[in-house]
């Protein structure tokens, strides 16, 4: 059964760079892709973007431009930083695996718990 | 706004039978996802590829698609299906993957 587990600093002050790590067992990175998503406190899902086994990249536009996901083979996790950051990043970060990139495989089956990341000073 | 416009609030009678919709002029080249979210977890995959269901999920949920809109339905809702549902595909490039809005079904 593969499972994630998100890692990282709860509290990040304005201006700073979140950084999350994301461990897989069960499973290995080396395979599918992976993904970062996003929920603000009482409100949707953002899609942040993902790295595949090979190490390419797809990022949300509207972040690309503050994004890093990057991929730790040897460790079995994949992480995010996320740069100059603001209240309106405050949101329950979660790491997800996709099945891949095409019309059947864009899907996350395995998804982390979670973990709430609040930016204040 | 979203790329993928569901409505944000819809109520079913209990075992009763309700069709959640997702909007988007993506739908009309790729299919839709749908997820599952309770308060407090992380989200569940319901329906893939448009219309599959994986392993565990019950065959009450079934998912449809027609020109611009993506359709969940939930044929005899239970009232453990009360939650927020998700669609999700490609944004209007082609190149991202976006999120509807949710919309929280009431299981009366």
Same mark, same amino acid.
């Given at each position: ?6 890692? !990282? ?17 069960? +499973?290995?990175?080396?395979? $599918? $892709? ?5 929920? /603000? /406190? ?6 942040? +973007? #993902?790295?595949?086994?090979? +190490? ?29 950051? *603001?209240?309106?990043? *405050? ?12 019309? $059947? ?6 998804? +982390? ?9 | ?8 609030? =819809?109520?079913?009678?209990? @075992?009763?039978?309700?069709?959640? *919709? ?12 749908? $997820?599952?979210?309770?308060? !407090?977890?992380? /989200?569940?995959? =319901? ?10 999920? /019950? ?10 809109? &993506?359709?969940?339905?939930?044929? @005899? &809702? ?6 927020? #549902? ?13 999120? @509807?809005?949710?919309?929280?079904? *009431?299981?009366?």
């Amino acid at each position: 059964q593969v499972q994630l587990q998100e890692s !990282g600093p709860g509290l990040v002050k304005p201006s700073e760079t979140l950084s999350l790590t994301c461990t897989v067992s069960g +499973g290995s990175v080396n395979s $599918y $892709y992976w993904s970062w998503i996003r929920q /603000p /406190p009482g409100k949707g899902l953002q899609w942040i +973007g #993902y790295i595949d086994y090979s +190490g390419q990249t797809n990022y949300n536009p509207s972040l690309k431009s503050r994004v890093t996901i990057s991929l730790d083979t040897s460790k079995n996790q994949f992480s995010l930083k996320l740069s100059s950051v *603001t209240a309106a990043d *405050t949101a329950v970060y979660y790491c997800a695996r996709q099945r891949g990139w095409g019309n $059947y495989e864009e899907y996350f089956d395995y998804w +982390g718990r979670g973990t709430l990341v609040t930016v204040s000073s | 706004s979203s790329e993928l416009t569901q409505d944000p609030s =819809v109520s079913v009678a209990l @075992g009763q039978t309700v069709r959640i *919709t997702c909007r988007g002029d993506s739908l009309r080249l790729y299919y839709a996802t749908w $997820y599952q979210q309770k308060p !407090g977890q992380a /989200p569940l995959l =319901v329906i893939y590829g448009e219309r599959n269901r994986p392993s565990g999920i /019950p065959d009450r949920f079934s998912g449809s698609s027609s020109g611009d809109t &993506a359709s969940l339905t939930i044929t @005899g &809702a239970q009232a453990e299906d009360e939650a927020d #549902y998700y669609c999700n595909s490609r944004d209007s490039s082609g190149n991202h993957l976006v999120f @509807g809005g949710g919309t929280r079904l *009431t299981v009366l």
